[in-house]
């Protein structure tokens, strides 16, 4: 029977020889079954250069080994040791503003540097060796959360030549990053350097190199531990933690195809229903990235989130009562295979010793803790579902090309948000119960019922093509604003908007309209803020426009039959209601009055209760997550179950089955025929 892994960091070396013995004890009681070990150990690992101390890393793997707990053994290269710095001061990061960091903190190193990398191998071969057959070992857990830039001497000759490989030569360069403007043309590659501060706006194309280039470096910082764990023992899976956030300069399409599982941190930055919102939106992601791994069934794992309080400067989300359960198995509805922690005990001093952990500060006898062992009980109960596929209802495009693009200060609004658009619409699809994978269009997209496309604002000829060939197939498509209208360089195609969409939305947009924060006009749709544009039609049909402003009987939304399939653009930013009834109503005859209404009912979801479902043949299991305060009767036959179906998580019979507020249920059985 398939395993769903249960934990947490674990940092031993954080605590004395008693706290250590009555963790494991814990960790049976709480069902723990996979720890992570180790991610910032390398100055005890490694005292001094080239001498090592693996004692109270041995007795703790053969600890947790005869407790029966396994271990995701980290390589704590992200945090080198204070030694290292010392004597390597050329590999310690450099600021944009010229400033080289030192030693006092974590993630201090820069991947380019080569004692760096020559310290991580020294060290990851020592593990590797010593601990590749040991029988606690699970998995290996590279680094931690990629992620520091550097701007130094290094990196520039990195930089160099990553772009020597991607351009060519220097003409080419020139060329793709437009340097004729500004005076910016390139003599000598010598005088290439990455992009640091500046007197005023930096060139976009040359910021956005670097950031490819950024994730390029850190992906061959991650390969060359892979293959020192790989030649160890190949049997191992080996991943990194994946986070998240617009300082990670990490493309995961790229970095999944070089994963045993996917792993991600998801630390949601609102609480209550915001908070269920973007869980699944970082399930979703991951589940979908997962889709690239060598190995088949989408393998991925969750394996960090906030037991209670996360903080971090500038931000403090708590979990609710039931919001530990009920966000670990939306994790798990959506395809992860288990709910880790960060961390398991929650530390006393240093950095984040405010940060919550499965076992409080006020120890076991809490409601964490409590909570802990409630979800270390339900896990197994649904095991059976960890193989079982995750079906889904429509696809996003998500481009992390676009989103560092659209970062750029030098576009034509300061609000453009990237991130923002995509999550509204996974937003709207989630709250009207659709269920939806990621795609990126550099491969050819799945023949799912609906794709959106939210402001994809890199569209390479190939990414155009594989769109097009979607929607011949039968697909319906939906564009939003800024989508097609640079090359992969971030040069704006010109001859109308929205450039490689063009054709296959037939509309020419001649002139982009941004007004941050203004309301722009009143539509057969609803309330535009923010953002419009004038759409010339060439080909396709008006299925709603704008009744009022400069634009008033102009079309806001087009639709384009394009062999079988209809491609429509909206040319507007509607607020969350508009968009979820447009999405919502389309079809090929739909009307304006039609995508204004929106469904008659709200389904679950929008009720609060978050419905998701796996299926293996004829079996289904489906997750139930109740995020109200008021229960929830199910109605087994109309979520599609033939009678007899369980509640696999109170063993009762699903028929008549009412979740309580903030409760769980998955509801488990076979298919109505
Ligand atoms: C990240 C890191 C952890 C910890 C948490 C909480 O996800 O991987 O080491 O710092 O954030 O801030």
Same mark, same amino acid.
Request: hydrophobic residues 40%; proline residues 7%.
């Given at each position: 029977?398939?395993?769903?892994w249960f934990g947490g960091d674990h940092n031993p070396?954080?605590?004395? &020889?008693?706290?250590?013995?009555?963790d494991t004890?814990?960790m049976?009681?709480?069902?723990v079954n996979l720890v992570t070990v180790g991610v910032?150990?390398?100055?005890?690992?490694?005292? !001094?250069?080239?001498?090592?101390?693996? $004692?109270?890393?041995?007795?703790e793997l053969?600890?947790l080994?005869?407790a029966?707990v396994g271990v995701a053994l980290a390589?704590?290269?992200?945090?080198?040791?204070?030694?290292?710095?010392?004597?390597? =001061?050329?590999?310690?990061?450099?600021?944009?503003?010229?400033?080289?960091?030192?030693?006092?903190?974590?993630?201090?190193?820069?991947?380019?540097?080569?004692?760096?990398?020559?310290?991580?191998?020294?060290? @990851?071969?020592?593990?590797?060796?010593?601990?590749?057959?040991?029988?606690a070992?699970r998995l #290996?857990h590279?680094?931690?959360?990629? $992620?520091?830039?550097?701007?130094?001497?290094?990196?520039?000759?990195?930089?160099?030549? #990553?772009?020597?490989?991607?351009?060519?030569?220097?003409?080419?360069?020139?060329?793709?990053?437009?340097?004729?403007?500004?005076?910016?043309?390139?003599?000598?590659?010598?005088?290439?350097?990455?992009?640091?501060?500046?007197?005023?706006?930096? /060139?976009?194309?040359?910021?956005?190199?670097?950031?490819?280039?950024?994730?390029?470096?850190?992906?061959?910082?991650?390969?060359?531990?892979?293959?020192?764990?790989? %030649?160890?023992?190949?049997?191992?899976?080996?991943?990194?933690?994946?986070?998240?956030?617009?300082?990670?300069?990490?493309?995961? #399409?790229?970095?999944?195809?070089?994963?045993?599982?996917?792993?991600?941190?998801?630390?949601? %930055?609102?609480?209550?229903?915001?908070?269920?919102?973007?869980?699944?939106?970082?399930?979703?992601?991951?589940?979908?990235?997962?889709?690239?791994?060598?190995?088949?069934?989408?393998?991925?794992?969750?394996? &960090?989130?906030?037991?209670? +309080?996360?903080?971090?400067?500038?931000?403090?989300?708590?979990?609710?009562?039931?919001?530990?359960?009920?966000?670990?198995?939306?994790?798990?509805?959506?395809?992860?295979?288990?709910?880790m922690f960060?961390q398991w005990r929650?530390?006393?001093?240093?950095?984040?010793?405010?940060?919550?952990?499965m076992?409080?500060?006020?120890?076991?006898?809490?409601?964490?803790?409590?909570?802990?062992?409630?979800?270390?009980?339900?896990?197994?109960?649904?095991?059976?579902?960890?193989?079982? !596929?995750?079906?889904?209802?429509?696809?996003?495009?998500?481009?992390?090309?676009?989103?560092?693009?659209?970062?750029?200060?030098?576009?034509?609004?300061?609000?453009?948000?990237?991130?923002?658009?995509?999550?509204?619409?996974?937003?709207?699809?989630?709250?009207?119960? !659709?269920?939806?994978?990621?795609?990126?269009?550099?491969?050819?997209?799945?023949?799912? =019922?609906?794709?959106?496309?939210?402001?994809?604002?890199?569209?390479?000829?190939?990414?155009?093509?594989?769109?097009?060939?979607?929607?011949?197939?039968?697909?319906?498509?939906?564009?939003?604003?800024?989508?097609?209208?640079?090359?992969?360089?971030?040069? +704006?195609?010109?001859?109308?908007? =929205?450039?490689?969409?063009?054709?296959?939305?037939?509309?020419? @947009?001649?002139?982009?309209?941004?007004?941050?924060?203004?309301?722009?006009?009143?539509?057969?749709? $609803?309330?535009?803020?923010?953002?419009?544009?004038?759409?010339?039609?060439?080909?396709?049909?008006? +299925?709603?426009?704008?009744?009022?402003?400069?634009?008033?009987?102009?079309?806001?939304?087009?639709? /384009?039959?394009?062999?079988?399939?209809?491609?429509?653009?909206?040319?507007?930013?509607?607020?969350?209601?508009?968009?979820?009834?447009?999405?919502?109503?389309?079809?090929?005859?739909?009307?304006?009055?039609?995508?204004?209404?929106? =469904?008659?009912?709200?389904?679950?979801?929008?009720?609060?209760?978050?419905?998701?479902? !796996?299926?293996?043949?004829?079996?289904?299991?489906?997750? @139930?997550? /109740?995020?109200?305060?008021?229960?929830?009767?199910?109605?087994?036959?109309?979520?599609?179950?033939?009678?007899?179906?369980?509640?696999?998580?109170?063993?009762?019979?699903? &028929?008549?089955?009412?979740?309580?507020? $903030?409760?769980?249920? +998955?509801?488990?059985?076979?298919?109505?025929?």
């Amino acid at each position: 029977m398939s395993v769903l892994w249960f934990g947490g960091d674990h940092n031993p070396e954080q605590w004395p &020889e008693e706290v250590r013995a009555e963790d494991t004890g814990l960790m049976r009681r709480a069902g723990v079954n996979l720890v992570t070990v180790g991610v910032f150990s390398w100055s005890l690992l490694e005292p !001094r250069e080239g001498e090592f101390d693996f $004692g109270w890393l041995d007795r703790e793997l053969d600890r947790l080994a005869d407790a029966g707990v396994g271990v995701a053994l980290a390589t704590p290269t992200a945090s080198p040791p204070p030694w290292f710095g010392a004597a390597h =001061p050329d590999a310690m990061p450099v600021t944009a503003e010229g400033v080289r960091l030192t030693h006092g903190s974590r993630d201090t190193y820069d991947v380019t540097a080569p004692a760096y990398q020559a310290a991580c191998e020294r060290i @990851v071969r020592a593990l590797a060796e010593r601990y590749s057959a040991h029988p606690a070992l699970r998995l #290996w857990h590279v680094h931690n959360e990629y $992620g520091t830039w550097s701007h130094s001497a290094h990196a520039d000759r990195a930089f160099r030549g #990553w772009l020597r490989k991607r351009h060519g030569d220097l003409e080419a360069l020139n060329e793709a990053w437009t340097t004729a403007f500004w005076g910016q043309h390139y003599s000598d590659w010598e005088h290439v350097r990455t992009p640091r501060a500046t007197q005023y706006l930096a /060139n976009p194309a040359h910021v956005l190199d670097f950031r490819r280039f950024l994730s390029d470096a850190m992906l061959d910082h991650y390969l060359a531990q892979r293959t020192i764990l790989k %030649s160890a023992d190949p049997a191992v899976p080996v991943t990194t933690n994946l986070a998240f956030g617009d300082w990670v300069p990490v493309d995961a #399409w790229k970095w999944a195809e070089h994963m045993d599982l996917v792993a991600v941190d998801d630390y949601p %930055s609102a609480p209550g229903a915001e908070a269920a919102a973007q869980t699944a939106f970082a399930a979703d992601l991951a589940r979908s990235y997962a889709a690239r791994v060598p190995a088949k069934g989408r393998p991925w794992l969750l394996t &960090e989130q906030a037991a209670g +309080v996360l903080y971090t400067p500038g931000r403090t989300v708590s979990k609710a009562p039931g919001e530990l359960v009920r966000h670990s198995l939306s994790h798990v509805a959506r395809g992860s295979r288990g709910a880790m922690f960060f961390q398991w005990r929650a530390s006393r001093g240093g950095a984040e010793q405010w940060y919550s952990g499965m076992v409080p500060h006020a120890g076991p006898d809490s409601r964490i803790f409590r909570e802990v062992c409630e979800l270390g009980a339900l896990l197994p109960r649904v095991a059976g579902a960890a193989d079982a !596929r995750v079906p889904v209802d429509a696809a996003v495009t998500w481009d992390p090309e676009s989103w560092w693009a659209m970062g750029a200060a030098s576009l034509p609004d300061a609000d453009l948000d990237y991130l923002g658009a995509v999550r509204q619409v996974h937003r709207v699809l989630w709250r009207s119960g !659709r269920t939806v994978d990621f795609v990126r269009p550099d491969r050819p997209l799945p023949p799912v =019922p609906l794709l959106v496309v939210p402001s994809l604002y890199l569209v390479s000829d190939t990414a155009a093509a594989h769109l097009a060939d979607y929607v011949e197939r039968g697909g319906t498509l939906v564009a939003t604003p800024l989508s097609g209208i640079a090359d992969p360089h971030g040069t +704006v195609r010109t001859g109308g908007h =929205p450039g490689a969409l063009r054709d296959l939305l037939g509309v020419r @947009v001649e002139e982009l309209r941004p007004a941050p924060d203004t309301e722009l006009s009143d539509t057969d749709l $609803g309330t535009v803020r923010g953002w419009t544009e004038a759409v010339r039609l060439t080909g396709a049909e008006p +299925v709603a426009v704008h009744r009022s402003g400069d634009l008033a009987g102009q079309p806001v939304l087009t639709r /384009n039959r394009r062999g079988s399939g209809t491609a429509w653009y909206l040319s507007a930013r509607l607020d969350d209601a508009a968009l979820g009834a447009l999405l919502a109503g389309l079809g090929a005859r739909a009307t304006a009055a039609d995508l204004r209404a929106g =469904p008659a009912t709200p389904s679950a979801p929008e009720a609060g209760v978050e419905v998701v479902r !796996r299926e293996d043949g004829a079996l289904t299991w489906i997750f @139930v997550l /109740n995020h109200t305060g008021a229960p929830y009767p199910v109605a087994p036959a109309s979520l599609g179950l033939a009678p007899g179906a369980v509640d696999l998580l109170t063993d009762t019979a699903a &028929e008549g089955l009412t979740v309580p507020g $903030g409760g769980v249920a +998955v509801l488990h059985g076979r298919l109505s025929p």
